[in-house]
């Protein structure tokens, strides 16, 4: 069920730039540290440059483990989790060792020009990856994908707009009077990861330089956009539930009529060819018309009870072909299974599920 490459097949890398969200595990070096698990669901976020290399961009939130992981001395492992939610189950981890570069940095501007940058972009980090790996994903339930959130850049673009704009101002706590840090304004995003990006949950320092920076945030939020509400969103996809719905009953129908008149035809056509064959004789057998009777009414009885069979079984048929199961499960067969795949013992591969 497990199957590992030494880089990303290009068949996976196709599903990864499909998927809608992923998740960063980290964790620190010290026994005592905490195992860090983040979810991350912003559109185009995330990037394949090769098969052995991706990167994410690492937008703003009140904690900062990722990063501060990364630039522990010795450290700087990490683990990309992806999970199929729609079609064929599937479950992809990328191993690798992590880089970070911050925002403002010159890395970071290689990345992230200023006009493709999200709202709350604090650093950009790099994967170097060493080991794939997909299993299963058996037991991942289906879910549908609605939208993507926008409170988080709604928020820290409202933010940034206190630093595109207004006189440097001192920086807040934890710098004192007297430090020469600036910020371009208390209620900025640099003051925010000033408070709350300094350092992780067990003291491990994090942010290095993009609270300090002079360079002014641009993104590419746009706040005048119309951004529905979630019970808007929801009720159009109902909505379009209800259409798909509708369309798969008007199939339904449609293969059912098209059944019955088969049937007819069918029927027909039968009892045409007995009623032609009936009293004549068989060149072949010798056999007259009325020895030929009972034959013949077997043959007849046989295909009208056959294309009566189908008809019966097209309403149970049908439901079942056009269901969400069936297909993930058609579309799992059709799949070729990779070159290097075999049968191996459970046991070998606990980790995986």
């Not at 189950?89 to 999200?118: C, Q």
């Not at 900025?188 to 002079?214: C, Q, Y």
């Amino acid at each position: 069920m497990a199957v590992h490459y030494d880089e990303i097949p290009l068949k996976l890398i196709e599903w990864i730039l499909k998927q809608q969200m992923f998740w960063v595990a980290t964790a620190a070096l010290q026994g005592d540290g905490h195992v860090n698990v983040s979810p991350k669901g912003t559109a185009g976020c995330f990037h394949v440059e090769s098969p052995t290399r991706v990167w994410y961009e690492d937008l703003t939130g009140s904690g900062i483990e990722t990063i501060a992981h990364m630039r522990q001395p010795g450290n700087g492992r990490i683990t990309i989790l992806f999970n199929a939610f729609e079609g064929p189950p599937r479950i992809l981890r990328l191993w690798g060792k992590g880089t970070v570069y911050e925002f403002g940095t010159p890395e970071y501007n290689d990345f992230i020009p200023p006009s493709n940058r999200k709202a709350g972009s604090r650093a950009i980090i790099v994967i170097d990856v060493h080991k794939v790996g997909t299993s299963c994903g058996f037991g991942v339930p289906l879910y549908k994908y609605e939208t993507q959130r926008t409170i988080l850049e709604r928020w820290c673009d409202g933010m940034e707009n206190f630093d595109r704009s207004g006189e440097a101002q001192p920086a807040p706590p934890p710098y004192d009077s007297e430090s020469s840090a600036l910020v371009k304004d208390p209620r900025g995003i640099k003051a925010w990861w000033t408070v709350e990006n300094l350092e992780s949950f067990d003291g491990l320092p994090a942010m290095r330089s993009a609270h300090d920076s002079r360079i002014a945030p641009v993104n590419t939020f746009d706040k005048k956009a119309p951004h529905p509400s979630l019970a808007q969103i929801r009720a159009a996809a109902e909505k379009k539930e209800k259409e798909k719905e509708k369309g798969a009953a008007k199939t339904r129908r449609e293969e059912g009529m098209r059944l019955v008149m088969a049937f007819g035809v069918g029927v027909m056509v039968t009892m045409g060819y007995v009623r032609f064959k009936w009293m004549a004789p068989d060149e072949t057998t010798g056999m007259s018309g009325v020895n030929k009777r009972p034959l013949m009414k077997f043959s007849a009885l046989f295909w009208v009870v056959a294309s009566a069979c189908a008809v019966l079984a097209a309403p149970v048929a049908l439901p079942v072909g056009s269901s969400l199961e069936a297909r993930s499960l058609l579309e799992e067969a059709r799949e070729p299974l990779p070159p290097d795949w075999k049968r191996v013992p459970q046991t070998q591969h606990e980790s995986d599920w």
